[in-house]
């Protein structure tokens, strides 16, 4: 039986090239006065992208402040740092330039701004519920993480080594604004750590137990199979427009909550499994996720057989007939080939990193602490099951 389910994706979308143009008129719109520009080290300025945005504001006699130097799995230092600076100079709008990583510094200063007598860190360590949150606007130059149309932020605090998230609708950006040019400048591996954690915002929600609704599994299955015939593509012809537009949107309908509509509840396991590898280790998103997956899918995949067979056969084109079981290992498997197609790791020591005994029952521990003892829909898992699938994956 499909479930019930609530569908909230305020934000506006203006796609394509030289939509960036529209920024200072935009910002103006939802009542921009005073901005902080958020944005990374180098690409926004090296590509004029933040000199275009700078006189769009003064265009409209929006003033702004910056913070540059954001890095990949966002620091807490930064956002206290924008915190700071949106008290000194007034801000009343967040305005993020990048991915995954500006966005989601964004939204954590606003929440910060909209409570600024209290720490905002509670909200990731959910002590608390947010209040508010001051507006953000995006102009997405990574195609990724999705939070340019989700609820979702995820910061690290570097000092305990949690990365935690924080989901309010009171975050939802109100425009964002994507042209796929200014993702052509990505390196190949940056790219297609995107075009993973995209996939795994779909998949997330897919690999679960229960209730489903046959046309958002279309949807889902649709999308995954565009991300990967796209993600081919820009791995030997990095400069088709096409082909980023398609990774582009793909990644903003992958995480706003829509390939999850009627089902019995999101999984989101292996993404608590990297964010702790990323905590710890600091490595890349897309591809701590493709290192942990597999290990996760074959603990998993007899409490979810159904599920793992209809991927198989839908998603990875799998014709090996046999049982159950047997198709949706070779389902699992062809996922991993995929992920090596495109350059992508499927194990820690591929990823580079060997946690040691200790430092697996201590990620293990934190998800747990944070979470609960049970979590996942796909299959419940507890403590000692993170542990083996940690072991696993190396």
Same mark, same amino acid.
């Given at each position: 039986?499909?479930?019930?389910?609530?569908?909230?994706?305020?934000?506006?979308?203006?796609?394509?090239?030289? $939509?960036?143009?529209?920024?200072?008129?935009?910002?103006?719109?939802?009542?921009?006065?005073?901005?902080?520009?958020?944005?990374?080290?180098?690409?926004?300025?090296?590509?004029?992208?933040?000199?275009?945005?700078?006189?769009?504001?003064?265009?409209?006699?929006?003033?702004?402040?910056?913070?540059?130097?954001?890095?990949?799995?966002?620091?807490?230092?930064?956002?206290?740092?924008?915190?700071?600076?949106?008290?000194?100079?007034?801000?009343?709008?967040?305005?993020?330039?990048?991915?995954?990583?500006?966005?989601?510094?964004?939204?954590?200063?606003?929440?910060?701004?909209?409570?600024?007598?209290?720490?905002?860190?509670?909200?990731?360590?959910?002590?608390?519920?947010?209040?508010? %949150?001051?507006?953000?606007?995006?102009?997405?130059?990574?195609?990724?993480?999705?939070?340019?149309?989700?609820?979702?932020?995820?910061?690290?605090?570097?000092?305990?080594?949690?990365?935690?998230? %924080?989901?309010?609708?009171?975050?939802?950006?109100?425009?964002?604004?994507?042209?796929?040019?200014?993702?052509?400048?990505?390196?190949?591996?940056?790219?297609?750590?995107?075009?993973?954690?995209?996939?795994?915002?779909?998949?997330?929600?897919?690999?679960?137990?229960?209730?489903?609704?046959?046309?958002?599994?279309?949807?889902?299955?649709?999308?995954?199979?565009?991300?990967?015939?796209?993600?081919?593509?820009?791995?030997?012809?990095?400069?088709?427009?096409?082909?980023?537009?398609?990774?582009?949107?793909?990644?903003?309908? $992958?995480?706003?909550?829509?390939?999850?509509?009627?089902? $019995?509840?999101?999984?989101?396991?292996?993404?608590?499994?990297?964010?702790?590898?990323?905590?710890?280790?600091?490595?890349?998103?897309?591809?701590?996720?493709?290192?942990?997956?597999?290990?996760?899918?074959?603990?998993?995949?007899?409490?979810?057989?159904?599920?793992?067979?209809?991927?198989?056969?839908?998603?990875?084109?799998?014709?090996?007939?046999?049982?159950?079981?047997?198709?949706?290992?070779?389902?699992?498997?062809?996922?991993?080939?995929?992920?090596?197609?495109?350059?992508?790791?499927?194990?820690?020591?591929?990823?580079?990193?060997?946690?040691?005994?200790?430092?697996?029952?201590?990620?293990?521990?934190?998800?747990?602490?944070?979470?609960?003892?049970?979590?996942?829909?796909?299959?419940?898992?507890?403590?000692?099951?993170?542990?083996?699938?940690?072991?696993?994956?190396?």
């Amino acid at each position: 039986m499909i479930n019930n389910f609530e569908f909230y994706c305020p934000t506006r979308i203006v796609f394509g090239r030289d $939509s960036e143009k529209q920024i200072g008129k935009l910002a103006k719109e939802y009542g921009a006065t005073q901005a902080l520009i958020v944005y990374g080290k180098k690409s926004a300025a090296h590509s004029g992208l933040l000199d275009l945005v700078k006189a769009s504001l003064e265009a409209e006699d929006i003033g702004y402040a910056e913070l540059g130097g954001i890095v990949p799995n966002p620091h807490l230092e930064k956002v206290y740092e924008g915190i700071r600076i949106g008290k000194a100079t007034g801000v009343d709008f967040l305005l993020a330039i990048g991915g995954g990583s500006a966005i989601d510094t964004a939204k954590a200063i606003g929440y910060g701004l909209a409570e600024p007598d209290r720490d905002v860190w509670e909200l990731f360590r959910h002590t608390r519920k947010p209040a508010g %949150c001051l507006p953000v606007g995006c102009i997405v130059t990574i195609a990724a993480a999705g939070s340019e149309t989700s609820k979702s932020c995820v910061i690290t605090n570097k000092k305990t080594g949690e990365k935690r998230s %924080c989901n309010s609708a009171f975050a939802c950006p109100k425009f964002t604004l994507m042209n796929p040019d200014y993702t052509k400048s990505l390196p190949d591996y940056q790219t297609e750590s995107g075009c993973t954690d995209i996939m795994m915002h779909t998949m997330e929600r897919y690999f679960t137990s229960g209730a489903k609704m046959e046309l958002t599994d279309a949807i889902a299955e649709g999308l995954l199979k565009t991300v990967m015939k796209n993600a081919l593509i820009l791995h030997e012809a990095p400069d088709n427009y096409e082909a980023r537009a398609e990774i582009m949107w793909a990644g903003s309908l $992958s995480h706003n909550g829509l390939t999850g509509c009627g089902n $019995s509840g999101d999984d989101f396991v292996s993404h608590k499994l990297e964010h702790e590898l990323g905590g710890m280790f600091d490595v890349t998103h897309g591809a701590g996720l493709s290192a942990i997956w597999g290990s996760w899918a074959r603990y998993v995949c007899k409490s979810c057989l159904p599920r793992f067979v209809r991927y198989a056969r839908n998603v990875m084109n799998v014709t090996v007939e046999g049982s159950d079981e047997e198709i949706a290992l070779a389902g699992i498997e062809a996922t991993e080939d995929f992920f090596h197609s495109i350059g992508m790791p499927v194990s820690l020591s591929e990823l580079g990193i060997s946690p040691t005994d200790e430092e697996i029952e201590k990620m293990a521990a934190s998800i747990t602490g944070a979470y609960g003892e049970q979590i996942g829909s796909a299959r419940k898992l507890g403590r000692e099951d993170m542990i083996a699938i940690y072991h696993a994956a190396k």
